[in-house]
């Protein structure tokens, strides 16, 4: 579990607004409506949702628990089917040869050389295997802080879009411009200050 | 609020600046609890093993220069500053109270990398609840590096909206800078 190896890469985010209601019961809703599908859809090139920390690849937030003192704690998973190009050269060829020789033809078309790509990718994603990556998540709600396991810009994106439609509330990763505008103590004249603010120059 | 990725990419020198600025009060020693107010018994922090600079006031190019190895050749960094690079990346030894932490900040996006907390202080418990015990002292770990980093940067965010910033702070910088040769 990459959350307790001995080395971690972080992001964060802060959540702007908090829940009306009991936010335990809140938070295992948006979970267990949004955690992975424990099928793999043979047709879909990617699937993400939710997965207890303890058992990654048994989406069951009934049997697994999310909550780890005043912590919540699970994992984004993000499921990725890639056919390589090579491979799909070479089921292409394979089957523009099988094609020429069935009809006694010397050439195919444009259209029909794009009719077997399709076709190939079609049935190669059907039989490849997703490859699952896995990302912890760790929400302090008390501080209206989440920390996400990972600094991959898609993981990041597909966890602030997943995350939104979860819980119904907007994660804001955090960077200098953030953090002035929504972690800091200063007065909005600071602030102001801040923003117009050039480099510090400090060389020159 | 500004759009977030404008905001990100019209106030990341805050970040590099930032990240400068931590450098200084590292190599210089200085007394962070004073300065921040932070209600820790001790708060130290020290430059690790890497330190990333970037230098774009040349024309055609812009100059990237990294420096690795434990105590390493920090005056390479020294010089790049002067001639007018900025950090971007900076590896940190912080001690808080006990405990020591070490991992690398990027100053644009704030992103923590190879984040090691103190080994784990054990549990005579078996099972589910030594994992939880587990988790949450690691959850606890995070938490206190950041806000630490939460703390840095409000400091350093109130020096610079303030007056003397710039006849305070930056000519302190300058002056370090300036007394390498």
Request: glycine share 4%.
């Amino acid at each position: 579990m990459g959350f307790l190896s001995a080395t971690s890469s972080i992001s964060r985010y802060h959540i702007d607004d908090s829940f009306e209601d009991s936010v335990m019961e809140t938070v295992r809703d948006g979970l267990a409506e949004y955690a992975i599908p424990k099928i793999e859809n043979e047709y879909s090139e990617l699937s993400v949702g939710w997965v207890p920390f303890e058992s990654p690849y048994d989406p069951d937030f009934e049997k697994n628990s999310f909550v780890f003192g005043t912590f919540f704690l699970f994992h984004l998973r993000v499921d990725k089917k890639s056919v390589p190009a090579k491979l799909v050269k070479k089921h292409v060829s394979i089957e523009t040869a099988r094609r020429l020789e069935k009809s006694g033809r010397e050439f195919i078309s444009k259209n029909e050389k794009a009719e077997i790509k399709e076709e190939v990718l079609d049935r190669l994603l059907r039989e490849i295997p997703s490859v699952p990556n896995i990302y912890e998540v760790l929400w302090n709600y008390e501080k209206s802080t989440v920390y996400l396991y990972t600094t991959q810009k898609a993981a990041n994106e597909i966890f602030e879009t997943l995350f939104s439609k979860s819980f119904n509330l907007k994660p804001i990763r955090l960077f200098p411009y953030t953090m002035v505008e929504k972690r800091s103590s200063l007065s909005d004249k600071k602030k102001d200050i801040i923003y117009n603010t050039a480099p510090a120059g400090y060389s020159r | 609020m500004l759009d977030i990725s404008t905001g990100y990419n019209k106030y990341k020198f805050i970040g590099n600046d930032f990240l400068t600025w931590i450098w200084y009060l590292a190599e210089n020693d200085l007394n962070l609890l004073s300065l921040t107010g932070a209600d820790y018994k001790n708060l130290t922090l020290e430059i690790g093993n890497s330190l990333v600079l970037e230098n774009d006031k040349k024309k055609d190019a812009r100059e990237k220069i990294t420096i690795k190895g434990d105590k390493a050749g920090l005056e390479e960094g020294l010089t790049a500053l002067k001639k007018g690079a900025v950090v971007t990346e900076i590896n940190l030894l912080l001690t808080l109270d006990e405990d020591e932490f070490k991992f690398t900040i990027k100053g644009e996006s704030f992103n923590v990398t190879g984040l090691k907390t103190p080994s784990s202080k054990g549990s005579q418990d078996t099972g589910s609840d030594e994992l939880e015990g587990s988790v949450i002292e690691k959850a606890y770990f995070c938490d206190r590096v950041f806000d630490v980093l939460d703390i840095l940067f409000n400091t350093y965010m109130e020096r610079r909206a303030s007056e003397s910033f710039r006849s305070e702070d930056v000519k302190k910088i300058k002056s370090w800078i300036e007394s390498y040769n």
